[in-house]
């Protein structure tokens, strides 16, 4: 089976390339290498494009064939988002509209998506389920969530069968350490935090101490970047065996606080570093825990690594040795 993976050098990309290729799938990558890296593409082929250039997505096509197509190419950044929507819009929507226009004018018609818990804004109900009212707060979890209704109308009108995987705080890294995160600039809290373990940045900020949380710090819920990729393996063996669309969330159905994470990182690490407590960082929403119950049940998905001091365990090996 050939799969098309776009942004597949990208981290979350390149360890669905690792899974996949190891389960011996012919896998043949595109990305611009905007914040990808190319030695990150371990199975397979590599084809550097921009998404936005129609003539060079039609040219893949023709040539590679692909049964399915499973889609990471997308601006990332939630801060950069409230600043410069267009971006977002024009990279997570228009060039996600492209990509569609493509497959159904070659007749591909599998379509793995990566949205995000940012679709349901802040949430009413946590765990989140999937049927939450959707109400991004943010351009970036508007642009994805616009996506994720183009979806519902390609499914009746042209017979798409897409599975859309909402995923919650992706972390950790290959636990052989052949790849991890690596982006420029980092935001996220884990490689933040390790970096300033290393000695790379001064201090690690607590973005918000009033929180309506036991400890007044935000609460998320982290998932091993592995795991993640299995539900990626699921979902693709589910489409290829005739399944209907569906969308699930992607996370462990419980979370920790910034500070829990801290210390986790302190104990792992043995190292103790600058903790700061900062103001509020615009746009977070207190507590982001999904119910995953939906992904358990229908694709028989059975997290391995569900363990905070785990996945930072395998951050923390990754930082230490990067090779990207
Ligand atoms: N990291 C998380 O916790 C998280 C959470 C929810 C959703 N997501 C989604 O998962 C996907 C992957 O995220 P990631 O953390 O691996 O990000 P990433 O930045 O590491 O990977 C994205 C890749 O897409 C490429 N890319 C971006 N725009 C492109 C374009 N126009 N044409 C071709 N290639 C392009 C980049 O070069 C990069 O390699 C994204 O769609 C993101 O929105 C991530
Ligand atoms: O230096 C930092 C960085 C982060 N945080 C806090 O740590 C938590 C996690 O922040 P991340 O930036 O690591 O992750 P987010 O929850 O903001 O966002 C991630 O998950 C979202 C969905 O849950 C989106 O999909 C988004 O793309 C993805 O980066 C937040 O409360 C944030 O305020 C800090 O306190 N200090």
Same mark, same amino acid.
């Given at each position: 089976?050939?799969?098309l993976?776009t942004g ?10 690792? *899974? ?10 595109i990305d611009n290498?905007s ?12 084809v550097?494009i921009d998404l936005k250039n129609k003539t060079a997505l039609e040219d893949i096509f023709k040539?590679?064939?692909p049964?399915?197509v499973m889609h990471f190419a997308a601006s ?10 267009l971006k977002y819009y024009q990279n997570n929507t228009a060039n996600t509209l492209n990509l569609l226009e493509t497959m159904l004018e070659y007749?591909v018609?599998?379509f793995?998506f990566?949205?995000?818990?940012? *679709? ?5 109900? *946590? ?16 642009s994805k969530?616009f996506i994720?209704?183009v979806l519902?109308?390609l499914?009746?009108?042209s017979?798409l ?63 091993? *970047? ?99």
């Amino acid at each position: 089976m050939k799969v098309l993976i776009t942004g597949g050098a990208g981290y979350i990309g390149s360890h669905i390339v690792k *899974v996949l290729g190891e389960k011996k799938y012919e896998i043949l990558v595109i990305d611009n290498l905007s914040k990808g890296h190319k030695e990150a593409v371990i199975y397979g082929d590599l084809v550097v494009i921009d998404l936005k250039n129609k003539t060079a997505l039609e040219d893949i096509f023709k040539r590679f064939k692909p049964d399915a197509v499973m889609h990471f190419a997308a601006s990332i950044e939630v801060g950069e988002s409230v600043k410069k929507p267009l971006k977002y819009y024009q990279n997570n929507t228009a060039n996600t509209l492209n990509l569609l226009e493509t497959m159904l004018e070659y007749g591909v018609n599998k379509f793995i998506f990566s949205s995000t818990a940012a *679709v349901y804004g802040t949430p009413v109900k *946590v765990p989140i389920p999937e049927d939450h009212p959707i109400n991004p707060i943010n351009p970036y979890g508007q642009s994805k969530s616009f996506i994720e209704k183009v979806l519902q109308d390609l499914d009746r009108s042209s017979g798409l069968k897409y599975i859309s995987l909402r995923y919650f705080n992706a972390a950790g890294a290959d636990p052989e350490g052949r790849i991890g995160e690596s982006h420029d600039p980092e935001t996220h809290l884990i490689p933040l935090i390790l970096k300033t373990a290393k000695g790379e940045r001064e201090s690690i900020k607590i973005f918000g101490t009033d929180y309506p949380t036991p400890d007044g710090t935000c609460i998320r819920d982290y998932i091993h *970047v592995d795991d993640l990729a299995d539900a990626h393996l699921l979902a693709l063996e589910y489409l290829l065996n005739g399944g209907e669309s569906e969308v699930f969330n992607c996370g462990y159905g419980h979370g920790y606080s910034v500070r829990e994470v801290i210390n986790t990182a302190k104990k792992v690490t043995d190292i103790d570093f600058k903790v700061e407590e900062a103001d509020r960082r615009p746009g977070d929403p207190p507590v982001l825990v999904a119910d995953s119950t939906k992904l358990k049940q229908k694709l028989n998905w059975i997290p391995q690594f569900d363990d905070l001091e785990y996945i930072i365990q395998t951050a923390w090996n990754w930082e230490l040795n990067k090779k990207f």
